[in-house]
Each structure stands twice: as C-alpha cells, then as structure tokens.
C-alpha cells in the first residue's frame, strides 16, 4: 500500500496514474492541504460505508443499536483519521475514501450470496482473465470486476471510441478519440482499485500473445474472446489450447455463446472443428470469398444467422458500413460471458459446448409460461 508521500510526489511530477493509498497519523490536514493546491476534489464517505459494512456483518442486530456502534467503533479503531484506504482517481480530479481492501470487499459483493458462495467468492478473487476485444468485451470487463470474477484483468485493443460505438457501448461523449482500452480501465478502477488491470494498447500480436496469455503474473485462468477477425480468433486458440486455457466468446448474433475448455480437453480442435483443417495462417491468407465461407462455417450456416445479419451481408460496402449490433444484444452477451466464466472457473460447467439464447426465439407470442 502506498503513502500520501507516493500522491505528494505524483502530483509533483505531473503523473496520472491510479493511486491507493493510506495516511498515517496526524495527516489528514496535509491531503486537504495538497487536494485544495491541485483543485482536486475530496470525498470522505466513510461513516456511510462502515454503517453499511456493520448491516452485512450483523444482519440480526437492530440497525443504528449498539451492537452497531461498538463494532464499527472496534472496527475504527483509536485513530480513526487512519482507518481505510484513499483512492487518487486521476481522470476525475477526486480522492476517496474507502474501506479497507477486505471490507471494501465484503460489502460490495455482498449481494452475491448465496448465488456465489463467500468461499467461491474468495477463490474467484484470486483469478487471472484476459479479454481481448473491447467492444463486447467492454461491457464483459465490467461485468466479471461488477461480479468479483478476478483478482486481474487483462485487457487488449489498439481501437479508440467512436460516435457509432455509442449505440451499444456503456460509455459517453465525453469519451470520443479516447482509447477503449483506457476506458475499460478506468471504470473497471471505479468499480474495484483493487483488481490489477494490465493493459495490452497493440491488442493481441504474435509478438505479444504469449506475454498477455502466460506472462506476468502467470497465466491466465480464462480467456473471453471477442476480436473481430476469424484469423486472430483461430490463432489466439491454437495459443490457448497449446495453454490449457478455457476459452469463453459471445457472437452477439442471436445470443451465440461458445465455450472451450482446453484445460480439459487439450486435444480438441479449435472452435469445435467448423473450419476442418484451415488454420490461423492459412485464414489469414484467403481470398474475399473463401473468407466469406469460413465466416459463415463459424456461424454454422446462413441458415443460423438473424434475418438482420443475413440481409446485411449483402449490403456491406454498399450501403452500411459493417455488420449490425444492438446494445441489448452486446449486454446480453456481455452476461451469458460473466455466468459462463464464473461457472468454467467454479467447475461447475465440465464440458465444452455451443449455445443459443436467442431473445427473439424465447420470448415470443406463444413462449409464455403462464
């Protein structure tokens, strides 16, 4: 944990850079002094989260009773000034206060029981996942840090916000030209500083996928795949299955989920075998054509696309600029990716397999259940 020190020399130096630490005694007038000289603003909420803290750790006691009190005055301790951490939010210009890393916890994953147990939660914090892709995989960052999925994120695309990505991107104007890989990681910082974000800015290359797949840390306990282009797709599993990392992907179309586990089933082809025997480099090397063809094998056919895709096939180049996407549909595979990957990692999903949870299917005149 750093010191105020580590914030005094980061706004000396101009840095912009996530920050947590802790103050010592006697300098809480000194972090107002340094907040007020650099315009920053500070927020202290402390009383508000420990009186929340004490509810989930003494649900049976009466609320504001004195069992409440005493706890949250043991748990306070004798300097209360140096109790929790601060957080240094660059971007936004603010300091807050927050619970210890371990009580933040507690409380902001409280929800989760008992659909995820409190030992499950514990051993989910300790995982590595990669996402690649921030479009999809934007929203599927932040639903595995919403969920308390992984200890560390890392994340890769080169691409930056556009006006178009609005339509299905949880983000705002204020973003345009801005980095999706920058993004990503600051709200994943606001959900939980805690989780470790290790960026990838070139996206995924044959210089750096081994680095982002096995390296650092250690490597990655799960990978959500969400690239654009059918050769990275085919070549980042060949890496992963040479890896023994599960593979979890969202199609986006008709609610296609893909999961791969080749820590159980090293031995299988990759992306259950639809493209037979062409690989990475060879996709990489087709013509328009062939490439069309090896796109619609992917999907399992014309016949499985959504009317929308299948008629915009045809209209690409011409009249739209690419293929459709909905935002109900990224956040609908941005959640089937967080439920399939709690579940790869809990082991509670054994086997590899291809889903459909197509919305327009499910829910139609005739499907109700009453």
Same mark, same amino acid.
């Given at each position: ?21 802790? *103050?010592?005694?006697?300098? !809480?007038?000194? *972090? ?68 210890? $890393?371990?009580?933040? =916890?507690?409380?902001?994953?409280? !929800?989760? !029981? ?26 599927? +960052? ?101 890896? =023994? ?18 820590? $159980? ?5 990759? *992306? ?11 996709? +990489? ?22 009317? +929308? ?16 996407? *909905? ?23 054994? $086997?590899?397999?291809?889903? !459909? ?9 005739? =499907?109700?259940?009453?």
């Amino acid at each position: 944990m750093s010191t105020l020190a580590a914030l005094e020399q980061m706004l000396d130096t101009g840095e912009r850079e996530l920050l947590v630490f802790e *103050l010592g005694p006697g300098e !809480r007038p000194r *972090l107002a002094s340094l907040a007020w000289t650099d315009g920053l603003d500070v927020v202290d909420s402390i009383d508000q989260q420990l009186e929340e803290w004490v509810r989930t750790a003494l649900p049976g006691e009466p609320r504001g009773g004195t069992a409440h009190q005493e706890a949250i005055a043991r748990e306070k301790g004798a300097d209360p000034d140096t109790y929790g951490a601060w957080v240094y939010f660059p971007w936004r210009g603010l300091i807050t206060r927050l619970l210890p $890393r371990e009580r933040f =916890r507690e409380v902001r994953t409280n !929800r989760n !029981r008992t659909k995820i147990t409190d030992a499950q939660q514990r051993m989910l914090l300790e995982r590595r996942i990669g996402v690649v892709g921030l479009s999809v995989g934007h929203a599927s +960052a932040l639903v595995l840090a919403q969920e308390g999925l992984c200890a560390e994120l890392r994340i890769a695309d080169f691409d930056v916000i556009e006006l178009s990505n609005l339509n299905r991107l949880r983000t705002s104007l204020a973003h345009l030209g801005c980095s999706k890989l920058e993004v990503t990681r600051r709200e994943v910082a606001e959900i939980d500083p805690w989780i470790k974000v290790v960026p990838f800015a070139d996206g995924i290359r044959d210089h750096n996928v081994e680095d982002f797949l096995v390296g650092g840390t250690g490597k990655l306990d799960l990978l959500v795949e969400e690239c654009d282009t059918l050769p990275m797709k085919l070549a980042i599993r060949e890496r992963c299955r040479a890896h =023994r990392i599960p593979v979890v992907m969202d199609t986006n179309d008709r609610g296609l989920l893909d999961v791969e586990l080749f820590d $159980r089933e090293p031995a299988r082809p990759v *992306l259950h075998g639809l493209f037979g025997d062409v690989d990475a480099a060879a996709a +990489a090397t087709l013509p328009p054509e062939q490439r069309m063809a090896l796109f619609l094998a992917f999907f399992g056919g014309a016949e499985k696309l959504s009317p +929308a895709l299948r008629e915009s096939l045809e209209r690409i180049g011409r009249d739209l600029v690419s293929y459709p996407q *909905l935002s109900s549909d990224v956040h609908l595979g941005a959640a089937l990716v967080a439920n399939a990957a709690r579940r790869v990692l809990l082991g509670e999903l054994a $086997r590899s397999g291809r889903y !459909r949870i197509d919305l327009d299917e499910l829910v139609a005149d005739g =499907r109700s259940v009453l």
